[in-house]
């Protein structure tokens, strides 16, 4: 039986005795185990059903303890300054004596760090007093979680508990920037947009572009790139006509008439709305649209600025090619 929890400490003292547990953060529910504790961050994989070559994000309470396992250079400390607790990941050096288990990491010597900006989470880090290894709280190539329920769709008995946190605010993932190399480059767009970073520490080397193309190709190389964020129908990208067997996932105030079931990411055309409501109306559409026997989903474009980036980037993957 997995157990929703309000009390952060409760939500610790389960992580310390080596439990999974799922948290809130302001972009995604996150899978948490004790990052030290390699038999909990094995459990993680299993759970999720995810490759291990594929490594974690490891959750700290401030930017002092991150750093304290991980080299932060004079990049990584003003960006921490800026932007934590807040929805960027930093992937940096493991420090010599780095104690998160080798296998969180992938067997990598680097390691991906955030502080995320959830009151409860930040109570419960601070309790457990050790980095959470969290994946996003899904099974492997599904949709990420953005409310405890989700989580519960996907993980109930598999997980120890769930804390309770609300909706995520931001709705889509952490901005995934490696500052290992002399050239910072963004591994995956998301919650912080390229431009702000860009605005603390100057140009940043860009994300392979996901169009539908690459992402066919992609599926051929392992990691970042394979299909991911799937719903069970079929998706269409950049949709300028939708048909009655198919469900929308609109943007903004003219949404295309005639479609079976339809979500609107924001009818104001607002960027920041419309990530909050992505991995929900996802769900949705694919549970509305399978129930009606539709036969696929049909997405409008997005305006691939600010948090407009990272919502193109999780359509592509979602539009992937899968086997
Ligand atoms: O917002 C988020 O980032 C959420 C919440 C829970 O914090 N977490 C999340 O984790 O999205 P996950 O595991 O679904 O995605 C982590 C991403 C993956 O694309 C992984 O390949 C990359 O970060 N990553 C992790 N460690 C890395 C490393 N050492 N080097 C390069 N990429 C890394
Ligand atoms: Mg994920």
Redesign the pocket.
């Given at each position: 039986m997995t157990r929703l929890l309000t009390d952060p400490a409760e939500a610790a003292a389960l992580l310390r005795d080596g439990a999974l547990v799922a948290f809130p953060?302001e972009?995604?529910?996150?899978?948490g185990a004790d990052a030290w504790n390699g038999r909990a961050v094995a459990a993680v994989f299993e759970a999720k059903g995810?490759p291990h070559f594929?490594?974690?994000?490891c959750?700290f309470a401030d930017a002092e303890s991150a750093f304290a396992e991980v080299v932060a250079d004079d990049r990584a400390r003003a960006l921490a300054a800026a932007f934590w607790p807040g929805?960027l990941?930093l992937?940096l050096p493991r420090r010599p004596a780095c104690r998160v288990d080798l296998l969180a990491?992938?067997g990598?010597d680097?390691?991906?760090v955030?502080v995320?900006a959830h009151p409860v989470t930040l109570a419960m880090l601070r309790h457990a007093a050790r980095p959470i290894a969290?994946?996003?709280?899904n099974r492997s190539g599904q949709v990420?979680p953005t409310t405890s329920a989700h989580v519960l769709a996907g993980l109930a008995g598999r997980i120890a508990a769930v804390l309770e946190g609300g909706d995520c605010a931001v709705g889509v993932?952490?901005t995934?920037l490696?500052l290992t190399g002399a050239g910072a480059v963004m591994?995956?767009p998301?919650?912080v947009p390229a431009a702000a970073i860009e605005a603390v520490i100057g140009r940043i080397g860009r994300p392979l572009k996901l169009a539908a193309a690459d992402a066919t190709r992609s599926l051929r190389s392992p990691?970042?790139l394979l299909s991911h964020y799937a719903p069970s129908l079929p998706l269409r990208l950049d949709a300028v006509a939708v048909e009655t067997s198919e469900a929308l996932l609109a943007f903004g105030p003219q949404p295309l008439p005639g479609a079976g079931a339809m979500w609107n990411l924001s009818p104001g055309g607002d960027l920041a709305e419309a990530a909050s409501r992505l991995f929900a109306g996802l769900r949705w559409l694919d549970a509305e649209g399978q129930r009606l026997g539709l036969r696929g989903i049909a997405a409008m474009p997005v305006p691939p600025e600010g948090l407009g980036e990272a919502i193109a980037d999780r359509l592509a993957r979602a539009a992937a090619p899968r086997d």
């Open positions: 953060s972009t995604v529910y996150g899978l995810r594929n490594p974690l994000i959750h929805p990941t992937v990491g992938a990598l680097t390691l991906a955030r995320p969290g994946p996003s709280a990420s993932e952490s995934v490696d591994l995956r998301g919650g990691g970042m």
